[in-house]
């Protein structure tokens, strides 16, 4: 894989803030951390030029993933949802709301210092390059960092919310990381194809009681029935 796909997908995971649901409708959702890490990895003249370049990729990848991960709401439906007046999650077979409200309530989560939490956690995964090939930032290692460290949460007291965060606070039925991921998946194909795209690939199995009776022997019948 060429290091322009390692930067698309590096820039394509932090186009969103881990705490997004935590702080929209607060204050903007990319003018905190998401700055903050940009300016860390994209720092000089050259990698500032090379996130320009990458902008339309990560913005088409972003709307894919959206219209991937959630249901699309007509264009003129201006709704919000300030997730931490009542923040909840709800699980996406059930439909069950579990409530987070201690968290919300707590005196040190306002916006700024979740963006802080943010920023602090994924700087430390920042892996430097070769100093002898120009130093800057190792692409592949800190995306490959990000993406396998991030979820991890920063504080203990966060326990497994930080795993569970949603990417959009109408529909908290899918998390950040979900959404992060697949935007990521696809900024690296767009970047590189320029006259292309991702291949998506849908596979679905049939009936499971016609499935398990093609079974021949008994790992067959295990198979099926796993």
């Known amino acids: 894989m060429s290091k322009k796909i390692w930067q698309a997908k590096l820039a394509a995971y932090i ?27 994209f720092h000089s003249e050259e990698t500032r030029g090379i996130l320009t370049g ?41 439909g069950g709301q579990f409530s987070i409200r201690g ?8 916006p700024e210092a979740i963006e802080a939490v943010n920023f602090d956690h ?21 995306f490959l960092a ?4 991030g979820k991890e949460p920063p504080a203990k007291e966060l326990g497994v919310l930080w795993g569970e965060l949603p990417a959009d606070t109408r529909s908290p039925d899918h998390s950040i990381w979900e959404h992060l991921s697949l935007t ?16 998506l690939l849908l596979m679905s199995f049939g009936p ?12 067959d019948l295990w198979a099926g029935s796993h």
Do not use: C, Y
């Open 15 to 41: 186009h969103d803030p881990a705490t997004k649901a935590l702080i929209l409708l607060r204050m903007g959702h990319e003018s905190g951390s998401v700055a903050d890490l940009k300016e860390v990895i």
């Open 54 to 94: 990458l902008e339309h990729a990560v913005k088409k990848a972003d709307r894919w993933a959206s219209a991937a991960d959630r249901p699309q709401l007509p264009m003129s439906l201006k709704a919000g949802v300030n997730f931490a007046e009542n923040p909840a999650l709800i699980h996406p077979l059930t």
């Open 103 to 110: 968290f919300a309530d707590h005196e040190d989560a306002t």
């Open 122 to 142: 994924f700087q430390k995964f920042v892996v430097e390059g070769d100093k002898g090939n120009n130093g800057g930032v190792d692409w592949k290692k800190t």
């Open 146 to 149: 990000f993406w396998r460290f």
């Open 184 to 199: 990521s998946a696809f900024a690296g194909v767009l970047a590189e194809e320029e006259n292309g795209g991702p291949a």
């Open 208 to 219: 499971v009681q016609s499935f398990i009776s093609q079974a021949r022997s008994v790992s």
